[in-house]
């Protein structure tokens, strides 16, 4: 699929990999949607798509809203007439404790953003982009959907719902002019855990120095993911640990897990139920 003139939505826009993606799309010569929750971080990714001489319009919003999709896809139906591409990026962890230690509305915040996010974008969207010749659909769900990680469980059911929700979807639209492309992240360096809604200011300056250096770059990720999304390739890991962990899953999912706790005692986070 050529991006040129091509209209692409994209929720999580207003930082890391969602900002580079809008970035990444503009240079190739898509004309741009961005959504997010913070409005100044969105307006900002507008003002430099713009820059890139690109054309970028600002939506803020709360994905695990209903009414904030279909405001988002009647923004962009307002100003484009239509929509090719949409990408579901946006996206929260959770803190890093027991699940014993987390509260229900902190899981259903993430569960809210990462999983009901992408079902109302999607629910909002698909019927226009079915009316497109060439349409792509593309889901970020991430390597802690593939394998369990301690302290990150319902983050990481919520990147495994995804994961099916998108892998289904992309069976049930065999056929149509509709690709669906699942992502599944290693680590890439943004600012996700700083954004972390229920994550202690302590614990993200803690947590920020252990892994500051960790994963690609959030531009390194976002070219991947446009390659994938002009093949209209089905399946990504973006990284070498993503890759890994994806083929240590089918060897030995038993391992995998166990490969995961030493690895984040490693980076010094231990979370164990007492
Ligand atoms: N950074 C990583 O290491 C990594 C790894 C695997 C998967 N991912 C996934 O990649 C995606 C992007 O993450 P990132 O690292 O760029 O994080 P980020 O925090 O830099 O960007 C996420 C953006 O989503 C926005 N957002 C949060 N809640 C929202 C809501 N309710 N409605 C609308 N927007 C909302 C935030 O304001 C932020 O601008 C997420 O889905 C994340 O789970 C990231």
């Given at each position: 699929?050529?991006?040129?003139?091509?209209?692409?939505?994209?929720t999580?826009?207003?930082?890391?990999?969602?900002?580079?993606?809008?970035?990444?799309?503009?240079?190739?010569?898509?004309?741009?949607?961005?959504?997010?929750?913070?409005?100044?971080?969105?307006?900002?990714?507008?003002?430099?798509?713009?820059?890139?001489?690109?054309?970028?319009?600002?939506?803020?919003?709360d994905v695990s809203k209903p009414e904030t999709a279909q405001?988002f896809h009647?923004?962009?139906?307002?100003?484009?007439?239509?929509?090719?591409?949409v990408i579901n990026d946006a996206g929260?962890?959770?803190?890093?404790?027991?699940?014993?230690?987390?509260?229900?509305?902190?899981?259903e915040?993430v569960m809210g953003v990462n999983w009901w996010g992408v079902v109302h974008v999607t629910h909002a969207f698909l019927p226009?982009l079915?009316?497109?010749?060439?349409?792509?659909l593309v889901n970020v769900s991430?390597?802690?959907g593939?394998?369990?990680?301690?302290?990150?469980?319902?983050?990481?059911a919520s990147k495994a719902a995804v994961k099916l929700f998108s892998e289904s979807l992309?069976?049930e639209?065999?056929?149509?002019?509709?690709?669906v492309?699942t992502?599944?992240?290693?680590?890439?360096?943004?600012?996700?855990?700083?954004?972390?809604?229920?994550?202690?200011?302590?614990?993200?300056?803690?947590?920020?120095?252990?892994?500051?250096?960790?994963?690609?770059?959030?531009?390194?990720?976002?070219?991947?993911?446009?390659?994938?999304?002009?093949?209209?390739?089905?399946?990504?890991?973006?990284?070498?640990?993503?890759?890994?962990?994806?083929?240590?899953?089918?060897?030995?999912?038993?391992?995998?897990?166990?490969?995961?706790?030493?690895?984040?005692?490693?980076?010094?986070?231990?979370?164990?139920?007492?």
């Amino acid at each position: 699929m050529k991006l040129a003139g091509k209209v692409v939505a994209i929720t999580g826009a207003g930082s890391g990999i969602g900002r580079a993606l809008a970035l990444e799309v503009a240079r190739a010569g898509a004309h741009v949607a961005g959504l997010d929750l913070d409005r100044a971080r969105v307006e900002e990714t507008a003002s430099l798509v713009r820059a890139a001489h690109a054309r970028c319009i600002a939506v803020q919003g709360d994905v695990s809203k209903p009414e904030t999709a279909q405001a988002f896809h009647a923004a962009v139906i307002a100003e484009y007439g239509v929509v090719h591409v949409v990408i579901n990026d946006a996206g929260i962890i959770q803190p890093f404790v027991p699940f014993s230690q987390l509260t229900l509305p902190q899981m259903e915040r993430v569960m809210g953003v990462n999983w009901w996010g992408v079902v109302h974008v999607t629910h909002a969207f698909l019927p226009s982009l079915k009316t497109r010749k060439e349409a792509q659909l593309v889901n970020v769900s991430s390597m802690g959907g593939l394998c369990p990680v301690p302290g990150q469980g319902v983050y990481g059911a919520s990147k495994a719902a995804v994961k099916l929700f998108s892998e289904s979807l992309a069976l049930e639209l065999e056929g149509t002019s509709v690709g669906v492309t699942t992502v599944f992240p290693g680590g890439v360096k943004t600012n996700i855990l700083a954004n972390a809604p229920d994550i202690s200011a302590e614990e993200k300056q803690r947590q920020q120095g252990q892994s500051r250096d960790y994963g690609v770059s959030a531009e390194e990720a976002a070219a991947t993911i446009v390659n994938a999304i002009v093949k209209r390739k089905e399946r990504l890991t973006v990284g070498m640990d993503a890759a890994v962990v994806d083929k240590l899953t089918r060897l030995s999912p038993k391992r995998v897990g166990h490969v995961m706790s030493l690895l984040m005692q490693h980076a010094g986070i231990s979370v164990k139920e007492t």
